[in-house]
């Protein structure tokens, strides 16, 4: 043992650390290196594996998510033309916005949809965003109120199926951007 020493006023014995002490030390490094080695080749501990469980997860429980639609390539409504769609699209047409823009689309406190005027825009991209996003404030062109949004209460899918019904009364929306 070495002669103790004082350092500014506090004494230092420069003891070495106690057997059991290194030991101890010595075991969290070989831990160490057998856990790294465990946690990348063989537990299913690593994000991209834990996320894959999860969301397997999920899917025995609440089911596979319904596929996200899909534009067509030049941004324009997928559905249209599709019978099914339009069929789909006139049903939530009646029981969303036929309140106010009437049955037949032809407008009551909002506008006509089945003529050849459009005040917010005439392609599909641009009805697209006013239905989903709806329209208020400074953007309001009738006076009659504001047009509420859908994006939550329909979505992309049901927006797509109602522009597709119009779409196929209405020559006039445009597809595409
Ligand atoms: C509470 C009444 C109300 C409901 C419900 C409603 N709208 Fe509207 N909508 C309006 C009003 C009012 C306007 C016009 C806003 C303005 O003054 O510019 C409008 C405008 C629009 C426009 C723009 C028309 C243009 O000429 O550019 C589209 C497209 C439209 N609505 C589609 C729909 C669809 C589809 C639904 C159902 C999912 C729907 N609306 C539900 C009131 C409504």
């Not at 856990?35 to 025995?60: K, M, R």
């Not at 390539?73 to 339009?86: Q, V």
């Amino acid at each position: 043992m070495k002669e103790p020493k004082e350092v500014d006023g506090i004494f230092q014995a420069d003891n070495p650390m106690p057997e059991w002490w290194k030991l101890v030390w010595l075991l969290t490094i070989i831990f160490s290196i057998f856990y790294v080695i465990y946690f990348h080749y063989f537990s299913q501990w690593g994000q991209e594996v834990s996320y894959q469980l999860e969301v397997q997860a999920h899917e025995e429980k609440y089911g596979k998510q319904e596929k996200m639609v899909v534009l067509s390539e030049d941004g324009s409504n997928p559905f249209r033309d599709k019978e099914e769609s339009i069929a789909e699209g006139q049903k939530n047409f009646q029981t969303f916005c036929a309140a106010c823009h009437k049955a037949d689309g032809t407008g009551l406190v909002g506008p006509n949809l089945m003529d050849e005027e459009w005040l917010h825009g005439d392609t599909d991209a641009l009805v697209f965003e006013n239905i989903m996003k709806g329209i208020t404030g400074d953007r309001l062109k009738t006076g009659k109120g504001p047009m509420p949004p859908h994006e939550n209460s329909l979505g992309a899918e049901k927006v797509y199926q109602i522009m597709a019904w119009i779409a196929k009364s209405n020559a006039t929306l445009k597809k595409g951007q």
